[in-house]
């Protein structure tokens, strides 16, 4: 007998080969039941163990996310593998060498993994960032060359939107660090500049009462997570004087704090008489 014959006997080969395939199908859906199972299982744990609040339904809608997509991962992956072994069995039932069939699949392997090395990098990459939810849809990030708020995350790529509306397609392999500005809470920052000869402590005070009035507003104080407050005088130079206020937000809500606190704070200190930074003229040049 050549390498090259096949044995087909009648009726054991058919029957040998139907039975694989029969095992074969057996065995993919109850793995894929399992996956299914445990996937449901582990996104109706998260639920039972947080409380109905804003913030754990966001946390929630997330875990479910990330869950889906592990699932999806493995039951491509399981179909994979299945498949490959269900042909490997057959081509064994029917005598065919498999040594030869093998050497060139590894020589090929080899060769088409010199050649998908970066694909193999963002899938890895992009696998790693869901099991350790760096980050979300809806979250706002920094990837170091863009900003942007995302719009799906993907095992390969990750689609972003800046602030200009453009849409970004970045690699997961290619991402070498990330600044999640909205996951947990977010930190408005607001720094109000004075004429510096003007009484810190009577502006500090004014401002205090705009944090308070804030925070007492009824759709604004939704989005804090507590009150704001005004830290100090941050700088001083010649023309201006610096005082900052901080507000914790619920993520991503610190842009409409910020506004609204601006906007407040100018009418208190017009109504105080308290007066804006100073035009300091430029020295003439030579």
């Known amino acids: 007998m050549t390498p090259l014959d096949i044995v087909w006997q009648w009726p054991e080969t058919p029957v040998t080969i139907a039975v694989i395939i029969v095992l074969a199908i057996a065995l993919r859906w109850l793995i894929l039941r399992a996956i299914k199972r445990a996937t449901n299982l582990a996104v109706q744990r998260a639920k039972d163990r947080r409380p109905a609040t804003k913030d754990t339904q966001l946390q929630a809608v997330r875990h479910a996310a990330r869950t889906a997509t592990l699932g999806s991962l493995l039951r491509s992956v399981t179909n994979a593998v299945i498949s490959v072994l269900t042909v490997l069995t057959i081509m064994a039932a029917m005598e065919i060498p498999l040594a030869p069939l093998l050497a060139s699949a590894g020589i090929g392997g080899i060769a ?40 799906d995350v993907g095992l390969r790529v990750t689609r972003l939107r800046d602030a200009s509306g453009q849409v970004w397609y970045v690699r997961n392999g290619e991402i070498t660090r990330i600044g999640n500005q909205t996951q947990g809470w977010s930190t408005a920052i607001v720094d109000v500049p004075v004429d510096p000869d003007e009484n810190s402590v009577k502006v500090i005070g004014v401002l205090g009462r705009v944090c308070v009035e804030v925070h007492a507003d009824p759709e604004l104080g939704k989005l804090l997570l507590e009150e704001p ?7 001083v130079d010649a023309g201006r004087m610096i005082i900052r206020i901080i507000a914790k937000t619920h993520p991503n809500e610190h842009f409409v704090i910020q506004r609204a606190i601006l906007d407040r704070e100018l009418q208190a200190l017009k109504e105080a008489g308290i007066r804006g930074p100073r035009v300091v003229p430029s020295s003439p040049t030579l």
Request: proline share 0%.
């Open 112 to 151: 088409l993994g010199f050649g998908a090395q970066t694909l193999v990098k963002d899938y890895l990459s992009g696998i790693f960032m869901i099991i350790e939810d760096q980050y979300g849809v809806g979250d706002l990030i920094d990837v170091g060359d863009v900003i942007g708020t995302v719009e």
């Open 229 to 235: 407050r005004v830290v100090g005088v941050q700088s």
